[in-house]
């Protein structure tokens, strides 16, 4: 197991960062994960109430997520998804040209996916907190073994969050994520409000300089108008 993490960057405070969960055909465009994919030992970092690790589970795979929002009763959680509800349809209907209204066609409708997503969420969230499968951590730490993982997954948290989390963090942070996996994956490359993350070249350089191979490539999800690349690292 790794130390407890010892440098400055500031972690996100809790009520800053949107319980706003997506689905597994949501990841899987995201990611362009594959069937065999699937099959890997995968820890999805900052999964938050999105459904993937239930849908995974339920095809019979192997999910583990992190997400410091697991500290929290499932009850905590859905009053926190209600308590933003309003806000955040209403915030993308104030906004419609920064998002594609095509696979989601209106902020109603990107509200009820994500509304059945912690609704899948929800039920399974006791049995894989027993089982392991719901972790409450926080990036740049992740409490497992070196090589624990195939692949690791963040969604909208590294580089989304760019106003909160330096540069440094979000280094440290796919550093972290290479040390426990030996692939890791990031979606999307665009801020809150989907302008390109100023984290990106800084990350995607330092994670050269320390032997990483790291390169950006299109996915076939978009919603965030422009939002349509993953960040790809392999040792
Ligand atoms: C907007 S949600 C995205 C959820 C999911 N990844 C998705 O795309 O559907 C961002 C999540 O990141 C989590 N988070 C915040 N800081 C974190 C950290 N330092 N490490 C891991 N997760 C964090 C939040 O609690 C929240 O659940």
């Known amino acids: 197991?790794?130390?407890?993490?010892?440098?400055?960057?500031?972690?996100?405070?809790?009520?800053?960062?949107?319980?706003?969960?997506?689905?597994?055909?949501e990841y899987r465009r995201m990611f362009a994960l594959s069937d065999a994919d699937l099959k890997k030992r995968i820890a999805g970092c900052g999964d938050g109430p999105a459904s993937f690790n239930a849908e995974v589970t339920t095809l019979g795979g192997r999910v583990v997520s992190i997400d410091p929002i697991y500290v929290l009763s499932a009850d905590d959680i859905k009053l926190r998804?209600?308590?933003?509800?309003?806000?955040?349809?209403?915030?993308?209907?104030?906004?419609?040209?920064k998002y594609v209204w095509t696979d989601i066609a209106s902020p109603d409708e990107m509200g009820e996916r994500r509304r059945r997503a912690i609704e899948m969420f929800l039920p399974d969230y006791p049995a894989g907190l027993s089982e392991g499968r719901y972790v409450s951590a926080s990036l740049p730490d992740l409490p497992f073994d070196d090589g624990a993982f195939e692949l690791a997954l963040c969604s909208h948290l590294l580089?989304?969050?760019?106003?909160?989390?330096?540069?440094?963090?979000?280094?440290?942070?796919?550093?972290?994520?290479m040390r426990v996996a030996d692939e890791t994956r990031v979606f999307p490359l665009l801020t809150l409000?989907?302008?390109?993350?100023?984290?990106?070249d800084p990350v995607l350089d330092g994670l050269r300089q320390r032997g990483f191979t790291a390169a950006t490539e299109r996915v076939p999800y978009e919603f965030q108008a422009g939002g349509n690349e993953m960040l790809r690292v392999t040792k």
């Open 81 to 97: 998804f209600e308590q933003v509800y309003s806000q955040i349809v209403e915030g993308a209907r104030a906004n419609l040209e």
């Open 1 to 25: 197991m790794k130390s407890p993490h010892s440098s400055e960057s500031s972690p996100i405070v809790l009520h800053e960062v949107i319980p706003w969960g997506r689905t597994l055909n």
């Open 159 to 177: 580089f989304t969050y760019s106003h909160l989390l330096s540069t440094e963090m979000h280094l440290e942070a796919v550093i972290e994520m």
């Open 193 to 200: 409000n989907g302008r390109p993350s100023p984290h990106l």
